[in-house]
Nanobody, 122 residues
Framework: QVQLVESGGGLVQPGGSLRLSCAAS????????MGWYRQAPGKQRELVAT??????TNYADSVKGRFTISRDSADTLYLQMNSLKPEDTAAYYC?????????????????WGQGTQVTVSS
């Protein structure tokens, strides 16, 4: 079982910055990948960025060079968002992928935070 608690959303002007946080607790030892997703009204939820326990990161093309995903030793996930654009406006969700191997079979479970709203508007 994994619990995710998000914070840091808010209203910012275009070109501004915002930092999202996601605190993970529970069976953290089994979490291999964490990431951020976002969903705007009327649109599909899309992947923003992911990071592995080894620190390997991956970004959507739309946020490369502007967003930075990271994690600390306390298993808190962060998303530093710079040069924000109106099209970044969405509900942002923290994701944790739990991998458990039982009898040689890999089982994957996804956990989600409650979401935090990011609005970029002048």
């Amino acid at each position: 079982q994994v619990q995710l608690v998000e914070s840091g959303g808010g209203l910012v002007q275009p070109g501004g910055s915002l930092r999202l946080s996601c605190a993970a607790s529970g069976s953290i030892f089994s979490i291999n990948v964490m990431g951020w997703y976002r969903q705007a009204p009327g649109k599909q939820r899309e992947l923003v960025a992911t990071i592995t326990r080894g620190g390997i990161t991956n970004y959507a093309d739309s946020v490369k060079g502007r967003f930075t995903i990271s994690r600390d030793s306390a298993d808190t996930l962060y998303l530093q968002m710079n040069s924000l654009k109106p099209e970044d406006t969405a509900a942002y969700y923290c994701n944790a992928r739990q991998t458990v191997t039982i009898w040689g079979k890999v089982n994957t479970y996804d956990y989600w935070g409650q979401g935090t709203q990011v609005t970029v508007s002048s």
